[in-house]
């Protein structure tokens, strides 16, 4: 087993291990922060040992800040994460952008569906979600408009891997709103957290596949 497998699966082994022990739990102790920021950052070496884009290890690099930051209490923390996330998702939709064809996607029925889709629910989230967040509704607004862009450059990308892997990040964004705006206690605010870091950290071992499988291939 070479040493990017060999990160990779310690890196699934820290997020296994954060799955099972504190996505449930919301409180801001260090020990939470720091499993579940290694466990991003363990892709990060992943890609530098495999030489990835340096797009996609920007992008892995600012994923494992955010997760940092918005795992710490406060309103400064959140807002830090959310910018570091927005800018994580710019370095991916130009890692897409470079390998895109508008033609294959213009060509693709079935791409064509999931850019209809996408457009849907960021309009329906604009209008019914955002209001619930508040005094960061403005943030919350153009960070909507950051994640949608990548996930159409995702989906102009021939390969599934991009879209993938958008797809999920995507969701895991839109369990994390839901569970800060709309369910904000209880249980249903547990199970979301739950349903929303898989999908996330899937997400990213999803793009950073796809970008080394896309750049070996160029």
């Given at each position: 087993m070479?040493?990017?497998?060999l990160?990779?699966?310690?890196?699934a082994?820290?997020?296994?291990t954060?799955?099972?022990?504190?996505s449930?739990?919301?409180?801001?102790?260090w020990?939470r922060?720091?499993?579940?920021?290694?466990?991003v950052?363990?892709?990060?070496?992943?890609?530098?040992?495999?030489?990835?884009p340096?797009?996609?290890?920007?992008g892995?690099?600012l994923?494992?800040?955010?997760?940092?930051c918005?795992?710490?209490?406060?309103k400064r923390?959140?807002?830090?994460?959310?910018?570091a996330f927005?800018?994580?998702?710019?370095?991916?939709t130009?890692l897409f952008?470079?390998?895109a064809?508008p033609?294959?996607?213009?060509?693709s029925?079935?791409?064509?569906?999931?850019?209809?889709?996408l457009?849907l629910?960021?309009?329906?989230?604009?209008?019914w979600?955002?209001?619930?967040?508040g005094?960061l509704?403005?943030?919350?607004?153009?960070y909507?408009?950051?994640?949608?862009?990548?996930?159409?450059?995702?989906?102009?990308?021939p390969?599934?891997g991009?879209?993938?892997g958008?797809?999920?990040?995507l969701?895991?964004?839109?369990?994390l709103?839901?569970r800060l705006?709309v369910?904000?206690s209880?249980l249903?605010?547990r199970?979301?957290?739950?349903l929303?870091?898989?999908?996330y950290?899937?997400g990213?071992?999803?793009?950073?596949l796809?970008a080394?499988?896309?750049?070996?291939?160029?």
């Open positions: 070479n040493l990017p497998m990160l990779l699966l310690g890196g082994i820290v997020a296994t954060y799955l099972l022990v504190f449930w739990n919301a409180d801001g102790n020990s922060s720091i499993v579940k920021t290694i466990s950052t363990m892709l990060v070496l992943v890609g530098g040992a495999a030489t990835a340096w797009l996609a290890l920007t892995l690099a994923g494992a800040t955010g997760d940092f918005l795992s710490r209490p406060g923390a959140f807002l830090v994460g959310m910018a927005a800018l994580g998702h710019l370095a991916y130009a952008l470079s390998w064809d033609g294959f996607l213009a060509g029925p079935m791409r064509l569906l999931l850019a209809l889709g457009a629910i960021t309009t329906a989230t604009q209008s979600l955002t209001p619930k967040a005094e509704r403005g943030p919350v607004r153009g909507v408009l950051v994640i949608a862009t990548m996930g159409f450059a995702a989906l102009a990308v390969q599934p991009p879209t993938i958008a797809s999920l990040f969701l895991s964004d839109l369990f709103a839901l705006f369910y904000p209880g249903p605010r199970f979301l957290a739950v929303l870091w898989p999908a950290w899937l990213q071992v999803f793009i950073l796809a080394l499988t896309l750049m070996n291939s160029a």
